[in-house]
C-alpha cells in the first residue's frame, strides 16, 4: 500500500531509439499518425530467414561516437548511451560530485550484446579462427550498456541491469523508482535496450513459432494485436531511458515534469515458462493500483503488453476485465508494439515513453492493423486512429514476460492542489 512518508519520484528526461524516431517527438508523432517501423529485414543473412519482417532502428554510431567509444559497445551499448545522453540534455540534468553520488543506473535487457556473441561464435566456428577480439567480453555481458551509462555521467550510485525477458526494462523503472522513494537515490537513469537482430536470435525465435506471418499485402501491417486475424509478434530493436528524480530535488532546480511515478507492481506467474495467466497478470495490475492507492475506475488508459500473439491477447483482455471489471469496458487500451515491434527487454521503456507522452498530451496513440475484431478481445482497444481525449490524469503500462515476471507501472499528471 502507498506510504505517506515515502517520497514522491517525477520523470523529467527522456530518450529514445526505436523503428519510429529517436527523439521523444518523432516517435511520439509517427505513433500517432498510425505509422508503422515494421519492414523487411535490410540485413546480409536476410535470405537464410524464414521470417524476414522485424523493426530495425534507424540507428548510426559512428554519428555519435568515437571509433574508440565504439571499439568498446555493441549496439545494444550505443542504443542505451545515446537514449541516456539525450535524457540527460531533456531533463537540463547537471550533477555536482554530491549529486553523484546519490544517482544510480538500471538498466533492463533480455539479450544484452547479442551481436558481440554472435560475432565469436562466428570467428571461431565458421572461420575457425583461434582468437577473438579482445573486448567480446565487455561488449557482450548484460551489464554493458549500464556501465557504459553509469561511466560516462561518472555514476557512484547503485547500477544493476535486470534480465526478466520481456518485462525487463518495466522492472528495472520500478525498482530505480523505489530507489529513489525509499530513499537510497535522488536521482536515477531508468530504462532498457535490446539489439537482438541477429541471424542466431532471430533463428532462435522462428523455433519457437511465436512470431508473425508477414502480412500478405504489407509486410508493415504484420503485427496484428487483439486482432482475430493476429499471427504471432513482430521483433524489434532499440532503447529508452528516463531520468527520475525525486519531487522536491526536481522542483528546487526547476526540472520540467513530465509525470509522477505513482504505482508500480511486480510478481511471477509461477507456473509456465511461456503460458501467461489470467491470475498473474491481474495480480500484477492489482500491486500496482494498490501502491498507487487508485481505484481501478481512476485509470485513464492503458499501455497494454498487446504482443500479437493468439494466447498473450486473449489472456490480457481477461486479466483486464478480471481486475477492472464493468469499467474495463470503458477504458481506452492499445498496443503500440502494432507499430514499433516487441522490443524485449527494451520494450517496457519504450511502451512508457508512450504512456507518458499520451498522458502529458491528452492523446491516446492506436493499436493499428485492427481490422477484424476477436470476439474474445472485446474491449476499445483505440483501433487504428489515435484519440484526442478530455485530461486525463492516470495511465498504467503493462509488461508480461517469458519465464512469467509481470511488470506494472502506473504514471500520473503531477497534482499538489
Known amino acids: 500500500m502507498a506510504n505517506s512518508h515515502l517520497r514522491r519520484v517525477v520523470i523529467t528526461g527522456i530518450g ?21 517501423g515494421i519492414g523487411l529485414i535490410k540485413a546480409d543473412f536476410v535470405d537464410s530467414l524464414d521470417c524476414k519482417i522485424a523493426a530495425q532502428a534507424n540507428f548510426d554510431g559512428t554519428q555519435h561516437f568515437t571509433k574508440q567509444q565504439l571499439a568498446l559497445m555493441d549496439n545494444v551499448s550505443q542504443f542505451a548511451l545515446y537514449s541516456a545522453q539525450q535524457a540527460a540534455i531533456d531533463a537540463n540534468l547537471a550533477l ?34 583461434s582468437r577473438l577480439k579482445p573486448f567480446t567480453v565487455l561488449m557482450a555481458m548484460n551489464s554493458a550498456a549500464g556501465s557504459q551509462i553509469a561511466m560516462h555521467f561518472q555514476l557512484c550510485g547503485p547500477n544493476l541491469t535486470f ?19 525509499q530513499g537510497y537515490c535522488d536521482v536515477m537513469f531508468a530504462g532498457g535496450t535490446e539489439a537482438l537482430l541477429t541471424f542466431g536470435s532471430i533463428k532462435a525465435w522462428e523455433a519457437l513459432r511465436t512470431l508473425a506471418k508477414p502480412d500478405e499485402v504489407d509486410p508493415a501491417c504484420s503485427s496484428k494485436p487483439f486482432s482475430k486475424n493476429r499471427t504471432g509478434l513482430v521483433l524489434g530493436e532499440g532503447a529508452a531511458v528516463f531520468v527520475l528524480e525525486e519531487l522536491e530535488y526536481a522542483k528546487a532546480r526547476g526540472a520540467r515534469i513530465y509525470a509522477e511515478i505513482t504505482g508500480y507492481g511486480t510478481t511471477n506467474d509461477g507456473a509456465h515458462i511461456t503460458q501467461p495467466s489470467v491470475e498473474g497478470q491481474a495480480r500484477a495490475m492489482q500491486a500496482a493500483l494498490e501502491n498507487a492507492n487508485l481505484a481501478p475506475e481512476k485509470i485513464d488508459y492503458i499501455n497494454a503488453h498487446g504482443t500479437g500473439t493468439l494466447l498473450n491477447d486473449a489472456t490480457e483482455t481477461a486479466a483486464i476485465k478480471k481486475i477492472f471489471g464493468e469499467y474495463a469496458y470503458k477504458i481506452p487500451v492499445s498496443s503500440t508494439k502494432s507499430m514499433h515491434g516487441h522490443l524485449m527487454g527494451a520494450t517496457g521503456a519504450v511502451e512508457l515513453v508512450a504512456a507518458t507522452l499520451a498522458l502529458t498530451n491528452n492523446q491516446l496513440p492506436p493499436t493499428i492493423n485492427l481490422a477484424e475484431p476477436d470476439p474474445e478481445c472485446d474491449l476499445d482497444y483505440v483501433p487504428n486512429v489515435s484519440r484526442k481525449v478530455d485530461n486525463i490524469q492516470h495511465v498504467m503500462s503493462n509488461s508480461f514476460a517469458f519465464g512469467g515476471t509481470s511488470g506494472v507501472i502506473i504514471l500520473s499528471k503531477i497534482n499538489d492542489h
Open 16 to 36: 529514445i531509439v526505436s523503428p519510429l524516431g529517436n527523439t521523444p517527438d518523432e516517435f511520439f508523432s509517427n505513433i500517432t499518425q498510425g505509422k508503422s
Open 96 to 129: 555536482s560530485d554530491d549529486d553523484l553520488n546519490r544517482t544510480g543506473c538500471y538498466i533492463g535487457t533480455g539479450m544484452g550484446g547479442a551481436k558481440s556473441t554472435e560475432d565469436g561464435y562466428i570467428r571461431l566456428y565458421k572461420e575457425n579462427q
Open 163 to 181: 534480465t526478466t525477458a520481456c518485462s525487463s526494462s518495466t522492472i528495472a523503472i520500478g525498482e530505480a523508482y523505489r530507489q529513489i522513494q
